[in-house]
């Protein structure tokens, strides 16, 4: 893997780029039973609060047969951001004050003391408790950690060994995660790899790979479309068609599956 990061290999960026750009090109058509599909940080941590989080969580727990990837870089993402990601009960309760704040402005100015009150009692309840998150939104949590810790490949690569590779592909713009200060985008990506690596020597088989990811930057993907690299890479390592989706293009596919 390292000899493909560093390209040392052979890589068929051209067609990958060709392929992108082709307004009527359409790919193969597979079955998203056949399909390794990787979660990337920021649908780790928003999924809980998808509207067909449920349809998502039970087909991928009970249906799923291909490799399900959870790279390692994502998980100790969740727990960074975690706050600012999942509304809380304070930052539930902060949505619906400013609501109530204009509701005071707009029946007597003279209110405004009492929303002034209520909005310190606000603050100093988030600094006490800001922590404690909804009970549907813990259990939906909850009932996706289970699944992935039944059905997920968790890798983890070095990030020594990776460290000078992540530099130079930075330095000349070598997608993902040039368009981010740190490296955390770099090895979201050599985390899956390394698990796509892992499932095919285990003996898994698979005729696609998707990372389903928010990340709407071009150094992921462009109108939809992968970055070309990014494909190129996939296709040399596996060798099959690599494709980036959003939650909700993951939520519809599960839903054609299952009907």
Known sequence: MIDLLDRRTDLDVLGALADAIHPLAEGDTFAIEHTAIALDANVFLRLSGHPKSADIIDYLGSRHSAPLILPGQAVQEFWNNQL?????????????????????????????PYASEIGDLLEQFSSEHGHVYDE??????????????????????????????????????????????????????????????????????????VLVSQDKKTDWSRAGKAHPVLVAEVKSLVRVPFEIWTTDQLAQEIGGAVM
């Open 136 to 209: 549907a939104t813990v259990r939906k949590t909850e009932a996706l950690f289970e699944v992935l810790q039944k059905r997920a490949l968790v890798p983890y690569v070095s990030r020594q060994c990776f460290r000078e590779i992540a530099d130079q592909r930075k330095r000349t713009k070598t997608p993902p995660g040039f368009k981010d200060e740190g490296d955390g985008d770099f090895f979201i990506w050599v985390d899956m790899l390394a698990g796509l690596l892992q499932a095919q020597q285990n003996g898994k088989e698979f005729a696609r790979v």
């Open 84 to 112: 600012q990601a999942v509304d809380t009960v304070s930052s539930s309760l902060k949505k619906k004050f400013d609501g109530l704040k204009t509701d005071f402005a707009r029946v007597d100015s003279n209110f405004g």
